[in-house]
């Protein structure tokens, strides 16, 4: 299972042309990863779209199967949630700050850190570019205990999140997070 995760991770990275991805830091007790692209909408349209994962985050990388189990309150103390089935459901991550068109800031621990003793702070901003675009920047920060350390899961991480945003520019600029 970790391998098809890893693998498809690096496949993931190697696909995601236009975005400058990376592992910031690694240190003993967390790292950083920042995503960093330009999407061909203003900010506000990025907005909209960014607060509404059930469109453009991959079912694959869901609890349920099913992306459009997603839903995000774009409030302080809202929750970036997920239902299952037999009325169970996840909290991905809780908002922490909203500015609307602007930043979005959230704490939490995505996927598979659940489960560790991690925990993170994940930060959206948009600015607008001089051609009525949008540059995105997600920078998340990570630190706690994981079993055995912290391993390939940067990598591993960083890639699933890359293939997300490169989904959410895609879904903005054709409708599709799935089109070409």
């Not at 607008?128 to 350390?149: A, F, H, I, Q, S």
Request: some cysteine.
């Amino acid at each position: 299972m970790m391998r098809s995760i890893v693998g498809g991770a690096l496949l993931a990275s190697v696909l995601i042309h236009g975005a400058r991805a990376e592992v910031v830091d690694l240190q003993a007790n967390g790292f950083s990863l920042r995503q960093k692209l330009e999407i061909a909408a203003a900010p506000d349209k990025v907005y909209a779209a960014l607060i509404d994962p059930a469109h453009w985050w991959a079912s694959g990388h869901t609890f349920s199967g099913d992306a459009a189990n997603m839903t995000f309150e774009a409030r302080p103390g809202g929750c970036w949630c997920e239902t299952l089935p037999g009325g169970g459901g996840v909290q991905h991550m809780s908002v922490v700050f909203v500015a609307p068109g602007k930043v979005l800031r959230m704490h939490g621990a995505l996927g598979p850190f659940q489960s560790t003793g991690m925990d993170g702070a994940m930060t959206v901003t948009l600015d607008p570019t001089k051609g009525g675009g949008t540059l995105l920047e997600l920078n998340y920060n990570l630190g706690g205990y994981v079993w055995g350390g912290y391993g390939a899961l940067p990598t591993t991480a960083d890639g699933v999140l890359g293939q997300q945003v490169r989904r959410l520019k895609t879904y903005i600029e054709t409708g599709s997070p799935d089109s070409k």
